[in-house]
């Protein structure tokens, strides 16, 4: 069992940047893969990106995001730069506890999921 709370969205102006934030308990970064994940209005979830019990990180086509943990921390962030309106959506972090060593970004891959966070781009 993993638990996961996700933070740092808001309302952001087009071009600019923010973090966000899961905060994983009940199991430690190096044993699960982790993943970000955005669904807008209307559209279907997909993958952002995604990272490995080993480190290993892997995102979609945009490589303005970039996903990393701090195990420490037991956190896994998502720096989002020069934003644009069609980023808007709702942000999900998720959690593979099998701990896969390769991610393709199918949702299925994934069991846990927390309960996303609001990002607002304006134009």
């Known amino acids: 069992q993993v638990q996961l709370v996700e933070s740092g969205g808001g309302l952001v102006q087009g071009g600019g940047s923010l973090r966000l934030s899961c905060a994983a308990s009940?199991?430690?970064?190096?044993?699960?893969?982790m993943g970000w994940f955005r669904q807008a209005p209307g559209k279907e979830r997909e993958f952002v990106a995604a990272i490995t019990r080993s480190g290993t990180s892997t995102s979609n086509a945009n490589s303005r995001f970039t996903i990393s943990r701090d195990n420490a921390k037991n956190i896994v962030y998502l720096q989002m730069n020069n934003l644009k309106p069609e980023d808007t959506a709702v942000y999900y972090c998720?959690?593979?506890?099998?701990?896969?060593?390769?991610?393709?970004?199918?949702?299925?891959?994934?069991?846990?999921w927390g309960q996303g966070t609001q990002v607002t781009v304006s134009s």
């Open positions: 009940g199991r430690t970064l190096n044993t699960i893969g």
């Open positions: 998720a959690a593979d506890l099998m701990g896969r060593s390769y991610y393709s970004g199918r949702k299925t891959d994934f069991g846990s």
